[in-house]
């Protein structure tokens, strides 16, 4: 999904202006369920919980304002709600971790912002 980067802060960092073009974000359901087996053989999948992983994906730089914070602690992150595409917006509460990527000859550069929710 391609979202208007005005919509979404992380840390209280606006991803706008700054912010390099094409960025993406990527939302995902992960952990919290299981496949069990019955005495029978066949299987039955239980779920526990859920949690979201939202993943930022932008081209170029990283912002430095994103390099600058400690991801030792969680952070909110709001983005636009999928399921709610008029005009909705979901603030999670997340850990992250952030990475670039250089080209060995440095012309290309990406960044990813890795948000697990808490």
């Known amino acids: ?5 005005s919509q979404i802060t992380f ?4 991803l706008d202006g700054y912010a390099t073009l094409g960025l993406r974000v990527r939302y995902e359901d992960f952990g919290g369920f299981g496949t069990l ?6 299987a039955l999948r239980q779920q526990f919980w859920t949690k979201k992983r939202i993943t930022l994906t932008g081209n170029g730089w990283a912002p ?7 991801y030792d602690q969680t952070f909110t992150l709001t983005v636009p709600d999928p399921e709610d595409a008029v005009d909705g917006l979901v ?10 990527e250089h080209d060995i ?3 290309a550069v990406s960044w990813t ?3 697990e929710e808490s």
């Open 37 to 42: 087996r019955m005495s029978d053989g066949s």
């Open 91 to 100: 603030d999670y509460t997340v850990f992250a971790h952030l990475t670039e």
């Open 105 to 107: 000859n440095g012309a």
């Open 113 to 115: 912002l890795i948000c």
């Open 64 to 70: 430095t304002a994103l390099k600058a914070l400690d």
């Open 11 to 14: 840390a209280l960092v606006a």
């Open 1 to 5: 999904m391609t979202a208007p980067t």
